[in-house]
Protein backbone atom coordinates (compact mmCIF):
# COMPACT_ATOMS: atom_id res chain seq x y z
CA UNK A 1 0.00 0.00 0.00
CA UNK A 2 1.92 3.45 -1.24
CA UNK A 3 1.88 6.27 1.60
CA UNK A 4 -0.55 9.37 1.61
CA UNK A 5 3.14 11.14 0.67
CA UNK A 6 3.93 8.99 -1.90
CA UNK A 7 3.31 10.66 -5.43
CA UNK A 8 0.35 10.13 -7.81
CA UNK A 9 -1.27 8.66 -3.87
CA UNK A 10 -4.15 11.16 -4.33
CA UNK A 11 -7.88 10.06 -5.69
CA UNK A 12 -7.92 12.75 -8.20
CA UNK A 13 -5.13 13.47 -11.32
CA UNK A 14 -6.06 16.11 -13.77
CA UNK A 15 -5.91 15.87 -17.36
CA UNK A 16 -2.17 17.36 -17.90
CA UNK A 17 0.30 14.58 -18.26
CA UNK A 18 2.70 13.23 -15.13
CA UNK A 19 6.03 14.25 -14.94
CA UNK A 20 6.56 15.31 -18.70
CA UNK A 21 8.09 18.10 -18.09
CA UNK A 22 10.03 17.67 -14.99
CA UNK A 23 10.86 14.66 -13.05
CA UNK A 24 9.69 16.51 -9.73
CA UNK A 25 6.61 17.96 -10.69
CA UNK A 26 3.57 15.88 -11.56
CA UNK A 27 1.52 18.19 -13.28
CA UNK A 28 3.85 21.38 -14.46
CA UNK A 29 1.52 24.13 -15.57
CA UNK A 30 -1.24 23.10 -13.27
CA UNK A 31 1.81 23.85 -10.58
CA UNK A 32 3.23 26.37 -12.37
CA UNK A 33 -0.16 28.41 -12.92
CA UNK A 34 -1.18 28.10 -9.52
CA UNK A 35 2.29 29.61 -7.99
CA UNK A 36 1.75 32.92 -9.75
CA UNK A 37 1.10 34.39 -6.71
CA UNK A 38 -0.82 33.50 -3.31
CA UNK A 39 -1.52 37.55 -1.88
CA UNK A 40 -5.39 38.56 -2.22
CA UNK A 41 -7.44 41.58 -0.57
CA UNK A 42 -10.14 40.72 2.05
CA UNK A 43 -13.06 38.88 0.36
CA UNK A 44 -15.33 35.92 1.12
CA UNK A 45 -13.46 34.08 -1.98
CA UNK A 46 -15.75 31.29 -2.83
CA UNK A 47 -13.71 29.51 -5.37
CA UNK A 48 -12.28 26.37 -4.65
CA UNK A 49 -9.83 23.89 -5.93
CA UNK A 50 -6.72 26.34 -4.36
CA UNK A 51 -7.11 29.23 -6.30
CA UNK A 52 -4.02 30.85 -8.06
CA UNK A 53 -4.20 34.90 -6.49
CA UNK A 54 -1.60 36.39 -9.05
CA UNK A 55 -3.99 39.04 -9.99
CA UNK A 56 -5.26 40.21 -6.65
CA UNK A 57 -1.55 40.05 -5.36
CA UNK A 58 -1.87 43.94 -7.09
CA UNK A 59 -5.02 44.46 -5.36
CA UNK A 60 -3.83 43.64 -1.36
CA UNK A 61 -2.01 47.24 -1.18
CA UNK A 62 -4.73 49.20 -2.49
CA UNK A 63 -7.47 48.10 -0.44
CA UNK A 64 -5.62 48.21 2.42
CA UNK A 65 -4.35 51.86 1.75
CA UNK A 66 -8.30 52.61 1.54
CA UNK A 67 -9.45 50.12 4.41
CA UNK A 68 -6.22 49.90 6.90
CA UNK A 69 -7.83 53.09 9.30
CA UNK A 70 -11.27 51.49 8.99
CA UNK A 71 -11.44 48.06 9.60
CA UNK A 72 -10.41 45.79 12.62
CA UNK A 73 -7.08 44.20 12.75
CA UNK A 74 -9.15 40.56 12.91
CA UNK A 75 -10.53 41.54 9.64
CA UNK A 76 -7.40 42.89 8.25
CA UNK A 77 -5.22 39.78 9.10
CA UNK A 78 -7.40 37.12 7.95
CA UNK A 79 -7.84 39.45 4.72
CA UNK A 80 -3.77 39.34 4.12
CA UNK A 81 -3.48 35.70 5.55
CA UNK A 82 -6.19 33.86 4.20
CA UNK A 83 -5.39 32.70 0.91
CA UNK A 84 -1.32 31.74 1.25
CA UNK A 85 -2.13 28.82 2.98
CA UNK A 86 -4.39 27.46 0.22
CA UNK A 87 -1.70 28.50 -2.34
CA UNK A 88 0.62 26.79 -1.49
CA UNK A 89 -1.09 23.69 -0.41
CA UNK A 90 -2.23 23.40 -4.02
CA UNK A 91 1.18 23.86 -5.51
CA UNK A 92 1.99 20.98 -3.57
CA UNK A 93 -0.77 18.67 -4.46
CA UNK A 94 -0.14 19.66 -8.24
CA UNK A 95 3.44 19.01 -8.16
CA UNK A 96 3.46 15.81 -5.98
CA UNK A 97 -0.82 14.56 -6.73
CA UNK A 98 -0.11 12.82 -3.07
CA UNK A 99 -3.14 11.84 -0.63
CA UNK A 100 -2.13 13.97 1.49
CA UNK A 101 -1.05 17.43 -0.90
CA UNK A 102 -4.82 16.67 -2.38
CA UNK A 103 -6.48 16.60 1.47
CA UNK A 104 -4.36 19.64 2.56
CA UNK A 105 -5.34 21.81 -0.70
CA UNK A 106 -9.15 21.39 -0.41
CA UNK A 107 -9.21 21.47 2.96
CA UNK A 108 -7.47 24.54 3.63
CA UNK A 109 -9.58 26.38 0.54
CA UNK A 110 -12.69 25.11 2.79
CA UNK A 111 -11.45 26.68 6.31
CA UNK A 112 -10.06 30.02 4.28
CA UNK A 113 -14.15 30.18 3.09
CA UNK A 114 -15.20 29.26 6.47
CA UNK A 115 -13.32 32.33 8.16
CA UNK A 116 -14.19 34.71 5.08
CA UNK A 117 -17.52 33.68 6.14
CA UNK A 118 -17.41 33.82 9.19
CA UNK A 119 -16.06 37.40 9.02
CA UNK A 120 -17.92 39.25 6.00
CA UNK A 121 -21.23 37.27 5.59
CA UNK A 122 -23.77 39.77 5.99
CA UNK A 123 -25.91 40.28 9.31
CA UNK A 124 -28.98 40.66 7.53
CA UNK A 125 -28.57 37.15 6.06
CA UNK A 126 -28.11 35.46 9.65
CA UNK A 127 -30.16 32.46 10.23
CA UNK A 128 -33.17 33.64 12.50
CA UNK A 129 -31.56 31.38 15.81
CA UNK A 130 -28.33 33.39 15.18
CA UNK A 131 -28.23 36.75 17.62
CA UNK A 132 -24.20 37.69 16.98
CA UNK A 133 -21.30 37.68 14.84
CA UNK A 134 -20.30 35.29 17.78
CA UNK A 135 -22.97 32.85 17.43
CA UNK A 136 -22.62 32.45 13.75
CA UNK A 137 -18.50 31.92 14.02
CA UNK A 138 -19.62 29.10 16.63
CA UNK A 139 -22.10 27.61 13.46
CA UNK A 140 -19.61 28.38 10.91
CA UNK A 141 -16.67 26.50 12.79
CA UNK A 142 -19.29 23.66 13.66
CA UNK A 143 -20.20 22.99 10.34
CA UNK A 144 -16.76 23.50 8.66
CA UNK A 145 -15.58 20.82 11.51
CA UNK A 146 -18.38 18.17 10.12
CA UNK A 147 -17.39 18.71 6.87
CA UNK A 148 -13.86 18.26 7.44
CA UNK A 149 -14.63 14.85 8.75
CA UNK A 150 -17.00 14.03 5.89
CA UNK A 151 -14.10 15.33 3.14
CA UNK A 152 -11.96 11.86 4.17
CA UNK A 153 -15.12 9.62 3.17
CA UNK A 154 -14.69 10.24 -0.60
CA UNK A 155 -12.21 12.70 -1.48
CA UNK A 156 -12.49 12.42 -4.93
CA UNK A 157 -16.10 14.44 -4.59
CA UNK A 158 -14.54 17.25 -2.27
CA UNK A 159 -14.04 19.30 -5.26
CA UNK A 160 -17.48 19.59 -6.72
CA UNK A 161 -19.03 19.96 -3.12
CA UNK A 162 -16.53 23.26 -3.46
CA UNK A 163 -17.66 24.28 -6.48
CA UNK A 164 -21.22 24.05 -5.38
CA UNK A 165 -20.01 26.89 -2.53
CA UNK A 166 -19.63 29.42 -5.77
CA UNK A 167 -23.24 29.54 -6.70
CA UNK A 168 -24.43 30.27 -2.80
CA UNK A 169 -21.91 33.44 -3.73
CA UNK A 170 -23.53 34.08 -6.60
CA UNK A 171 -26.91 34.25 -5.21
CA UNK A 172 -25.95 36.48 -2.37
CA UNK A 173 -24.33 38.90 -5.06
CA UNK A 174 -27.90 38.95 -7.01
CA UNK A 175 -29.35 39.88 -3.77
CA UNK A 176 -27.61 42.56 -2.89
CA UNK A 177 -27.40 43.79 -6.57
CA UNK A 178 -31.31 43.74 -6.47
CA UNK A 179 -30.85 46.73 -3.22
CA UNK A 180 -28.00 48.53 -5.64
CA UNK A 181 -28.63 51.15 -7.81
CA UNK A 182 -24.67 52.21 -8.90
CA UNK A 183 -24.27 50.85 -12.42
CA UNK A 184 -20.20 50.79 -11.66
CA UNK A 185 -21.57 48.12 -9.38
CA UNK A 186 -23.51 45.99 -11.55
CA UNK A 187 -20.71 46.25 -14.29
CA UNK A 188 -18.25 44.83 -11.92
CA UNK A 189 -20.44 42.02 -10.88
CA UNK A 190 -21.21 40.73 -14.81
CA UNK A 191 -17.72 40.79 -15.64
CA UNK A 192 -16.81 38.79 -12.24
CA UNK A 193 -19.63 36.23 -13.45
CA UNK A 194 -18.14 35.94 -17.00
CA UNK A 195 -14.66 35.43 -15.81
CA UNK A 196 -16.46 32.59 -13.24
CA UNK A 197 -18.17 31.44 -16.26
CA UNK A 198 -14.63 30.73 -17.95
CA UNK A 199 -13.22 29.62 -15.36
CA UNK A 200 -15.64 26.78 -14.51
CA UNK A 201 -15.73 25.61 -17.95
CA UNK A 202 -12.39 25.50 -17.89
CA UNK A 203 -12.65 22.94 -15.20
CA UNK A 204 -15.54 21.08 -15.83
CA UNK A 205 -14.18 20.40 -19.90
CA UNK A 206 -10.64 19.40 -18.09
CA UNK A 207 -12.93 17.21 -15.99
CA UNK A 208 -14.90 15.80 -17.69
CA UNK A 209 -13.64 16.16 -21.39
CA UNK A 210 -10.22 14.92 -20.83
CA UNK A 211 -9.96 12.25 -23.60
CA UNK A 212 -10.80 14.63 -26.23
CA UNK A 213 -8.22 17.08 -24.90
CA UNK A 214 -5.44 14.29 -24.88
CA UNK A 215 -6.32 13.21 -28.15
CA UNK A 216 -5.34 16.87 -29.47
CA UNK A 217 -2.53 17.24 -27.18
CA UNK A 218 -4.16 19.98 -25.06
CA UNK A 219 -5.22 18.97 -21.76
CA UNK A 220 -4.25 22.33 -20.18
CA UNK A 221 -7.65 23.64 -19.16
CA UNK A 222 -7.03 22.94 -15.36
CA UNK A 223 -4.32 25.99 -16.04
CA UNK A 224 -6.72 27.81 -17.23
CA UNK A 225 -9.00 27.87 -14.24
CA UNK A 226 -6.50 28.45 -11.86
CA UNK A 227 -6.10 32.12 -13.78
CA UNK A 228 -9.41 32.55 -14.78
CA UNK A 229 -10.87 32.09 -11.62
CA UNK A 230 -8.14 34.36 -10.20
CA UNK A 231 -9.18 37.18 -12.72
CA UNK A 232 -13.06 36.54 -11.22
CA UNK A 233 -11.93 36.93 -7.44
CA UNK A 234 -10.13 40.09 -8.80
CA UNK A 235 -13.70 41.66 -9.23
CA UNK A 236 -15.40 39.30 -6.42
CA UNK A 237 -13.41 40.98 -3.89
CA UNK A 238 -14.00 44.79 -4.08
CA UNK A 239 -17.62 43.55 -4.22
CA UNK A 240 -17.25 41.82 -1.17
CA UNK A 241 -15.81 44.79 0.35
CA UNK A 242 -18.44 47.38 -1.42
CA UNK A 243 -21.05 45.44 0.39
CA UNK A 244 -19.91 44.98 3.58
CA UNK A 245 -18.69 48.48 3.98
CA UNK A 246 -22.27 49.45 3.34
CA UNK A 247 -23.56 47.24 6.31
CA UNK A 248 -20.40 48.27 8.57
CA UNK A 249 -19.26 51.43 7.90
CA UNK A 250 -22.34 53.16 7.66
CA UNK A 251 -20.53 56.37 8.00
CA UNK A 252 -19.03 56.33 4.63
CA UNK A 253 -20.09 56.04 1.42
CA UNK A 254 -18.06 52.72 -0.91
CA UNK A 255 -17.15 54.02 -3.95
CA UNK A 256 -15.89 51.61 -6.48
CA UNK A 257 -12.33 52.94 -8.39
CA UNK A 258 -9.56 51.35 -10.94
CA UNK A 259 -5.59 51.48 -10.83
CA UNK A 260 -4.13 53.25 -12.33
CA UNK A 261 -7.20 54.94 -14.49
CA UNK A 262 -10.87 53.72 -15.61
CA UNK A 263 -9.44 54.37 -19.23
CA UNK A 264 -6.84 51.71 -19.29
CA UNK A 265 -7.31 48.83 -20.88
CA UNK A 266 -6.09 46.64 -18.03
CA UNK A 267 -7.46 47.77 -14.62
CA UNK A 268 -7.40 46.60 -10.63
CA UNK A 269 -10.44 47.48 -9.03
CA UNK A 270 -10.36 48.86 -5.53
CA UNK A 271 -12.88 50.35 -2.97
CA UNK A 272 -12.76 53.53 -2.34
CA UNK A 273 -14.21 55.62 0.57
CA UNK A 274 -15.70 58.49 0.75
CA UNK A 275 -18.13 60.86 3.38
CA UNK A 276 -21.31 61.42 3.82
CA UNK A 277 -23.05 58.00 3.41
CA UNK A 278 -25.46 58.23 0.97
CA UNK A 279 -27.53 54.77 0.41
CA UNK A 280 -26.65 52.87 -2.46
Given at each position: ?30 TVSQGTGWGHPAAASGTPDGTTFFPLLL ?138 VLAISSWISDRWLCGLWQAINFPYFHSF ?56
Open positions: MPSIFSYQSAEVDWCEGNFERSPVIAEYYNLTPLNSLVLEGCWDGERLLSSRAGPITPGIFSMYFHMTLSYVGQLLDELSILWSLAVAYSFWYPKVYFPRFIKSRKHFFWLSGVTTIISTLMSFIKPAINAYALNCIAFHLLYLTWRELKKCQDRRVHRMAAVMVMWWWHVLIALSLLYLCPLVIYFDVNYEMPAFRPKLSYWPSDSWPVVVPYIALEEPHKQC
